[in-house]
């Protein structure tokens, strides 16, 4: 017996028995029968299709909702573009506005200004002045240039001015008007060509000014006795890989320009980022000053102009090399409206004039020291001059060069260490400085107890608020804000160290004084009080003196005398005679003991030299002093 298509669940099959003459069995003998369902209906095939249908509902929403937030990501990418975009070109109206409304000024400053250079020669102080203003303004002038440029490019109205002329009499004649700086600085510079000349189509003017630009970061970054290359040449390469090649039937020609140097080199976090605009490098501890960041990018635009490309090849501490390269077949016809053809043949290569060596070709390591610092008058008192431009340095130089002897130093970290050695009486600093800044210099000095009390009055061009609070709040005593006039500065000299050389006479002249009252600083206030205690607890010892002080407070004895000298303006032996000879006026006043026994109990060997020391402190003798 067969049967089929039955359902799932369980059968029970009677079966019952009969005889031949049909005599059936009453008790059907019975079998159970039970039909499995197949296994996608099974109770564990159930529930595991609904947890998928419910993780398919829970991934459809998760894609939509990833798909909403990549919109609403792409969105605000777009609008902060946008807004990016904005600020950028709001920036560059600005800064265009700006520069040019500084040209006609400057034009008036130059012009009148070269006039007074011609007839300066008889007079050198009047003439280094006015070569200094001239400097300035000229650099003033090239940045303004620079950032009028960049914005012509962003409007697409700078154009190229091609002419027909030897590029490489060009680059060797732009190449040895560098020469003299060369020689000032020990800098061997080298001109190499593959070729004996090269006639073709180029913008004279903007490959002088990728030119100039880049010698003048070769001579900055390179150290004297260095070495500075310039070679040119013809390379095959590819349009697809950019690869050079020996088959110049297959490929383009190009004209390829290098600037090769041994200075610091370009760390290789920093290269990929070096022809963005206004890309500038933070770092406090490096002696690299901190550019405006539009050189390299303005050099990157006027080479895409026209269509040539540029790269760098750097190694820390060995050296940097920018690879130009030009396209060295041009159809000026096919050029495009940006491509002005000047004349065919320019003839003979352009004499350029021998550039002047500036802080643009200084070498950034480069601080010309004072030698021997020695001082012709000691009389004067000391000023450490913390700059690092050695300009500005120079013009504090000659404006209180009279009145005082000048230290110098060219950032944070040097100023520290010449505070400490030589304790000035007072010290000018700038704030923004490579190395360590100027704020960071405040502070130390004002923490270091043997640089605590000297003034510091910090020059800074950040006139916030928030800047001046934390200068002040570093211990700085003045801040005076750039530009700044001398007389104002000259001023505040004054009036510093006259306010100092008081509170060291309220020391001499006061019986009783607290350290707080002549000290500026905390760290000089329990300095002051740690060295009147230790002389207070030997003060009848007679054989106790400057070494035992220092002994006590643990300074060598030149740094307790630079340190007392810079408080009360006495030695250590005098401050130890002093406050003797208050304890004396002190026992006097309270008529307790003889004059004799008194000059034993403050530590002095003789009566007849107590007496005497006692008269020129105070301008009267021990007696005359008991007896008012």
């Not at 006015?130 to 950032?147: C, H, P």
């Not at 002419?163 to 040895?176: A, H, M, N, P, R």
């Not at 002549?518 to 060295?531: C, E, G, P, R, Y």
Request: glycine share 4%; proline share 4%.
């Amino acid at each position: 017996m067969t049967y089929t298509n039955l359902g799932q669940g369980t059968y029970n099959f009677l079966v019952k028995a009969s005889n031949n003459i049909a005599d059936w069995d009453q008790d059907p003998v019975s079998l159970t029968i039970k039909i499995l369902p197949p296994w996608w209906q099974t109770p564990v095939a159930l529930t595991a299709f609904s947890i998928l249908f419910v993780a398919l509902l829970l991934l459809f929403r998760w894609l939509i909702l990833m798909r909403a937030r990549l919109v609403h990501e792409a969105r605000l990418e777009h609008i902060e573009r946008e807004k990016t975009e904005e600020l950028y070109q709001f920036k560059m109206r600005f800064f265009t506005d700006i520069a040019h409304e500084f040209r006609t000024p400057l034009s008036l400053v130059l012009a009148p200004l070269n006039a007074i250079v011609a007839k300066a020669s008889n007079d050198p102080q009047l003439l280094k002045q006015s070569q200094v203003i001239r400097k300035n303004a000229d650099k003033l002038l090239r940045l303004i240039e620079q950032i009028m440029d960049l914005r012509k490019i962003d409007l697409n109205k700078m154009k190229v001015h091609l002419g027909k002329g030897d590029i490489v009499s060009f680059v060797k004649e732009l190449t040895s008007s560098f020469e003299e700086i060369a020689l000032e600085r020990s800098i061997d510079l080298d001109f190499k060509s593959s070729l004996d000349l090269y006639v073709t189509w180029f913008d004279e003017n903007k490959l002088e000014e990728i030119i100039y630009n880049l010698l003048s970061n070769a001579f900055k970054f390179t150290p004297d006795n260095g070495r500075i290359e310039v070679s040119i040449g013809l390379q095959q390469i590819t349009e697809e890989t950019g690869r050079q090649t020996d088959k110049p039937d297959q490929y383009n020609e190009y004209v390829e320009i290098r600037i090769k140097d041994t200075g610091i080199g370009i760390p290789s976090e920093r290269k990929d980022h070096l022809f963005e605009r206004f890309f500038t490098i933070e770092n406090r501890d490096s002696r690299v000053k901190r550019g405006t960041g539009i050189g390299l990018a303005l050099i990157k635009e006027l080479i895409d102009l026209q269509k040539g490309s540029i790269k760098v090849e750097s190694e820390e501490n060995k050296g940097t090399c920018f690879i130009i390269l030009l396209p060295a077949v041009i159809d000026p016809s096919g050029s495009g409206e940006m491509v002005e053809i000047l004349e065919e043949d320019r003839g003979t290569a352009k004499q350029f004039q021998q550039v002047e060596l500036t802080d643009d070709h200084a070498y950034i390591f480069s601080y010309q020291d004072q030698k021997n610092e020695v001082y012709p008058d000691r009389k004067k008192p000391l000023i450490l001059v913390v700059d690092d431009e050695p300009e500005l340095r120079t013009l504090i130089r000659d404006n209180l060069g009279l009145s005082y002897n000048i230290c110098e130093a060219a950032d944070g970290k040097t100023g520290f260490e010449k505070a400490r050695r030589h304790n000035p009486e007072i010290i000018i600093s700038d704030v923004i400085m490579p190395v360590m800044d100027g704020i960071e210099m405040c502070k130390k000095i004002k923490s270091d107890l043997r640089t605590g009390h000297i003034p510091v009055i910090l020059l800074t061009a950040r006139p916030s608020v928030e800047n001046r609070i934390e200068g002040l709040a570093m211990g700085a005593d003045a801040y005076i804000e750039k530009p700044f006039s001398m007389d104002l500065l000259e001023s505040q000299v004054k009036n510093i160290l006259e306010t100092r050389k008081n509170l060291r006479n309220k020391f001499s002249k006061e019986l009783i004084v607290k350290p707080t009252d002549i000290t500026i600083t905390s760290v000089d206030a329990s300095f002051l009080q740690k060295a009147m205690d230790v002389v207070e607890k030997h003060i009848s010892d007679f054989n106790f003196d400057s070494t035992g002080l220092s002994e006590e407070i643990g300074m060598s004895r030149s740094q307790l005398h630079r340190k007392l000298k810079g408080l009360t303006s006495q030695s250590a032996s005098e401050f130890i005679r002093t406050l003797r000879l208050k304890r004396a006026a002190s026992l006097l006043s309270q008529g307790h003991f003889p004059v004799e026994e008194t000059s034993y109990r403050v530590g002095f060997k003789s009566p007849a030299y107590f007496t005497k020391c006692f008269k020129n402190h105070f301008g009267k003798t021990p007696s005359e002093y008991t007896a008012k």
